[in-house]
C-alpha cells in the first residue's frame, strides 16, 4: 500500500473506514441483480422488494467485503491498489468493531427475508450466507481453494438474482436457467481475471489463489474462456434477449491484451480491472434498456 493510502486510512474516522470496506463502489453489482429479477419473476415493488434490495445493496456488501479485508489483512497491506476505492486497509484495530458491525447490520435483514419468504427462498438465502462467509473466513478460506475461489466468487453475484426469482415467486425454466448460467460464467471469469493483478501480493501474504496457481498468462485465457462459455450461453435467450450475448464482447476486449502477461508484471492488469470495474455501469444501463424492450416492446409498437 502507498504512504499516500496509509495516509488516507489513518486520517479516516473508524465508522469510514468501516463503511469503506463494504466497496461503495460496488454496491449496485448485487442489489441490482436482487431487484430486476424480483420484478422479472412477477414481483412488485413491495416489502419484500424493499427489504431484499436494501440488503443486497450495504449490509450484503459489507459481509462479502468486510470479512474478508479483517482476514486478509497481511495481503492487503502488501497490495498497492488497497487503500482506496478498490478496498481499505483496515485498522487492526478495526477489525474487531468491522466484524460486529457485519453482524448487527446483516442479522434483521436476514431474519426479515426468511419471515416474508418461503423454504425454497430461505434455502436460496442460506447459501449465498454460507458462501459469502466461506471465502473468507478461517477454517473455510473458499478464496484460498483455486477454482473454488471463482465458482464461490460467482455465486456472491448470481445468488441475489436467484433469491429475488425464488423470493417472488418465479419459476426457473430453461430460458432462465440459461441467464443465470450466463451470469454465473462471468462471475467465474471476472473473479479470474481480477486474481490476476495480485499474484505476487497474494504470494507474499502466503495466499493461494486460482491466479497463483495458473499464473498470469493461463488465468487471464481461463477468465477469456469463462466469458465465451457466458456470450454462448445467453445466445440459447429468446429474441430480443439473445442480443445479451453481445454484452460479454467488451469484457472480452478487456481481457485480450494480457493474453501474454509476464508473471513479474501481473500488476499491469489493474489497468483493466479498473476497467471492469466501470464497464459494468455501462453493461447494467444496456441491460436495462434490453429489458425493457424485451418485456414492453420498441416504442412506437
Not at 474487531?96 to 442479522?107: Q, Y
Not at 458462501?131 to 455465486?155: C, Q
Not at 473473479?191 to 495480485?198: K, L, S, Y
Not at 436495462?288 to 412506437?300: F, K, R
Request: overall charge neutral; charged content about 15%; aromatic content about 10%.
Amino acid at each position: 500500500m502507498s504512504a499516500a493510502a496509509q495516509q488516507r486510512s489513518a486520517q479516516s474516522s473508524p465508522f469510514a473506514q468501516v463503511l469503506a470496506s463494504s466497496r461503495p463502489l460496488s454496491w449496485v453489482n448485487t442489489a441490482y441483480p436482487f431487484a430486476v429479477a424480483y420484478l422479472l419473476a412477477g414481483g412488485r415493488v413491495d416489502l419484500a422488494w424493499v427489504v431484499g434490495t436494501l440488503w443486497c445493496l450495504v449490509p450484503y456488501n459489507l459481509l462479502m467485503y468486510g470479512v474478508n479485508d479483517v482476514f486478509d489483512y497481511e495481503s492487503d497491506i502488501r497490495n498497492p491498489r488497497k487503500g482506496g476505492i478498490e478496498g481499505v486497509v483496515l485498522d487492526r484495530g478495526l477489525h474487531r468493531a468491522t466484524l460486529w458491525s457485519v453482524v448487527v447490520s446483516n442479522l434483521p435483514f436476514v431474519v426479515a427475508l426468511v419471515l416474508l419468504g418461503d423454504l425454497r427462498s430461505t434455502l436460496v438465502l442460506a447459501v449465498s450466507v454460507f458462501a459469502l462467509v466461506a471465502y473468507s473466513a478461517p477454517g473455510l478460506r473458499f478464496k484460498e481453494r483455486p477454482f473454488l475461489d471463482s465458482l464461490t466468487s460467482s455465486t456472491h453475484f448470481v445468488s441475489p438474482a436467484v433469491l429475488g426469482i425464488a423470493l417472488a415467486g418465479g419459476t426457473f425454466d430453461p430460458v432462465t436457467l440459461a441467464a443465470l448460467t450466463g451470469f454465473f460464467a462471468w462471475g467465474v471469469g471476472s473473479h479470474a481475471f481480477g486474481a490476476v493483478q495480485d499474484i505476487e501480493a497474494d504470494r507474499a501474504g502466503g495466499i493461494a489463489s486460482i491466479g497463483t496457481v495458473l499464473g498470469a498468462r493461463r488465468t487471464t485465457g481461463f477468465a477469456l474462456l469463462a466469458y465465451l462459455v457466458s456470450g454462448l450461453l445467453l445466445l440459447a435467450l429468446p429474441w430480443p434477449s439473445t442480443l445479451a450475448a453481445a454484452l460479454v464482447l467488451p469484457y472480452l476486449a478487456n481481457v485480450v491484451p494480457y493474453l501474454r502477461l509476464e508473471e513479474a508484471e501481473c500488476e499491469r492488469a489493474h489497468a483493466g480491472w479498473r476497467r471492469f470495474l466501470w464497464l459494468n455501469y455501462l453493461t447494467g444501463f444496456l441491460l436495462i434498456q434490453l429489458i425493457i424492450v424485451a418485456t414492453i416492446g420498441l416504442p412506437g409498437r
